[in-house]
């Protein structure tokens, strides 16, 4: 049996979490767009082309971070 420590488990759960997140900023920017921002937005209609970009630039920057900590970290 192999024993982890405490901080290999969470570096572990860490690139998890930044995969995941990243991965649905990448694929999915509107839904993102309307947990996030919607409500804050008076006709809320949809995200600009901005928005989705610069999200989609965050989802690939998380998603490299994630991926990293799990095999470098």
Known sequence: MIVMGNGVVAMILFGIIFTIVGGCMLLFPAVVWLI????????????????????????????LIGLFILFKG
């Open 36 to 63: 996030t921002e919607s409500w804050k937005s008076n006709d809320a209609t949809e995200p600009s082309d901005l928005y989705k970009f610069s999200t989609r630039f965050g989802g690939v920057c998380f998603f």
